[in-house]
C-alpha cells in the first residue's frame, strides 16, 4: 500500500520569506511524486512533479521541490512567499511499477502568507 | 482547470434522492476519475475508468455509481444508499504523458461540484 504524510496542517509564513511546506511518503520500489495546489472552492492545480533524474523539480508560480530518497521525502520549497500563495496544498504519490494509475493524496496543509 | 467540466458548481439534495454530477473533457485523455473531498482528509478515490466501458472502484464506492459510455464524459451518481452524501467532489482525467521509459500519467482536476444534503 502506498500513503502519503503532510505532518503540518497549517503553515504560516511573512511575505517575502522562504516557505516549505513537508511531505513524506511510503510506496513500494520508485515513486512518482506530485503536488497540488487548491484555491477555495476550486478545483486542484498541478504545480509540479518528480519522474527520475535531477532531485530538485522546478515547477509553476516558483515553486520548486526536493526529492530526497533516504528520508523518503517531497518538500515544497519556494525562495521567496507571496501572499496569493496562500492557499492549500496536496502531495501525491505513485509508484512507478504496477498497472494501477492511482494516486494516494496527503490531508493537504493550509499556507497562509502575511503580508 | 481548463479542459475538464463540472456540472453544475452547487448541488442540493433531499434525503433519500439520487443524483448525478457531470464530468467532462475534451483534453482526449483515456482515464478518468471521481474523488470526494471532506475538510481534513484530503482527497479519497471512490472510482476511476481507464477506458470506455469499463471503471473500477476506488477505496469509497459503496453508495456511489458510474459509468462510461463516451470517452470524454464519466458521470457519477451519488445514490440513496451513501450515508453522508455532502462533500465537495472532484472529477480528474489523464493520458499517459509522452516521457521515454516513464509514463507518470498526470491527473488534471475539474473545478469540482459542491453537494449539500438538506
Known amino acids: 500500500a502506498q500513503s502519503v504524510a503532510q505532518p503540518e496542517d497549517q503553515v504560516n509564513v511573512a511575505e517575502g520569506n522562504p516557505l516549505t511546506v513537508k511531505c513524506t511518503y511510503s510506496v513500494s520500489g520508485n515513486p512518482y511524486l506530485f503536488w497540488y495546489v487548491q484555491y477555495p472552492n476550486r478545483g486542484l492545480q498541478f504545480l509540479l512533479k518528480?519522474?527520475?533524474?535531477?532531485?530538485l523539480v522546478k515547477g509553476s508560480y516558483g515553486f520548486e521541490a526536493e526529492f530526497n530518497k533516504s528520508q523518503t521525502s517531497f518538500h515544497l520549497k519556494k525562495p521567496s512567499a507571496l501572499v496569493s500563495d496562500s492557499a492549500l496544498y496536496f502531495c501525491?504519490?505513485?509508484?512507478?511499477?504496477?498497472?494501477?494509475?492511482?494516486?494516494?493524496f496527503g490531508s493537504g496543509t493550509q499556507l497562509t502568507v502575511l503580508p | 482547470d481548463g479542459g475538464i467540466t463540472q456540472s453544475p458548481k452547487y448541488l442540493f439534495r433531499k434525503e433519500g434522492q439520487n443524483v448525478t454530477l457531470s464530468c467532462e473533457q475534451n483534453?482526449?485523455?483515456?482515464?478518468m476519475y471521481w474523488y470526494r473531498q471532506d475538510p481534513g482528509q484530503g482527497l479519497r478515490l471512490i472510482y476511476y475508468s481507464q477506458i470506455v466501458n469499463d471503471f473500477q472502484k476506488g477505496d469509497i464506492a459503496e453508495g456511489y455509481s458510474v459509468s462510461r459510455e463516451k470517452k470524454e464524459s464519466f458521470p457519477l451518481t451519488v445514490t440513496s444508499a451513501q450515508k453522508n452524501p455532502t462533500a465537495f467532489y472532484l472529477c480528474?482525467?489523464?493520458?499517459?504523458?509522452?516521457?521515454?521509459?516513464?509514463?507518470?500519467?498526470?491527473?488534471?482536476f475539474g473545478p469540482g461540484t459542491r453537494l449539500t444534503v438538506l
Open positions: 501525491a504519490v505513485r509508484a512507478v511499477s504496477g498497472s494501477a494509475r492511482q494516486l494516494t
Open positions: 483534453l482526449n485523455h483515456d482515464a
Open positions: 518528480y519522474i527520475t533524474g535531477d532531485n
Open positions: 480528474a482525467s489523464s493520458t499517459r504523458d509522452r516521457t521515454p521509459l516513464r509514463r507518470t500519467d498526470t491527473q488534471y
